[in-house]
């Protein structure tokens, strides 16, 4: 399986952008999608993630209310709806994968898939 992050970009605070996400080989049920984020100087942050089957996602503390995981099983692409920017979401944006659910789904050490990171920049 190989992901492909796309849609990164320069946007103002308080704006919108989507990150996708393509998926290079069908996936299976239990497969787990997620994103993460690494700004200059700092360690990888986990964003969200979710089962490809669907139910609950979940978000890091830093995102909650603002952005969204989705996916759509018919282009096996992964989205990241990033609502309310900030300055200090300002980073490089990777999607990741694995199969079978973790408990430890915010720990970077879970994903053996990582993508091409997307860099987001968000001006004050």
């Known amino acids: 399986v190989q992901l492909q992050a796309s849609g990164g970009g320069l946007v103002q605070a308080g704006g919108s952008l989507r990150l996708s996400c393509a998926v290079s080989a069908p996936t299976s049920n239990n497969y787990v999608m997620g994103w993460f984020r690494q700004a200059p100087g700092k360690e990888r942050e986990f964003v969200a993630a979710?089962?490809?089957?669907?139910?609950?996602?979940y978000y890091g503390d830093s995102v909650k209310g603002r952005f969204t995981i989705s996916r759509d099983s018919a282009t096996n692409t992964v989205y990241l709806q990033m609502s309310g920017l900030k300055p200090e979401d300002t980073a490089d944006y990777c999607c990741?994968?694995?199969?079978?659910?973790?408990?430890?789904?915010?720990?970077?050490?879970?994903?053996?898939?990582w993508g091409q990171g997307t860099q987001v920049t968000v001006s004050s």
């Open positions: 979710r089962r490809w089957s669907g139910g609950y996602p």
């Open positions: 990741v994968g694995r199969y079978g659910w973790t408990t430890a789904y915010y720990s970077k050490d879970q994903y053996r898939v």
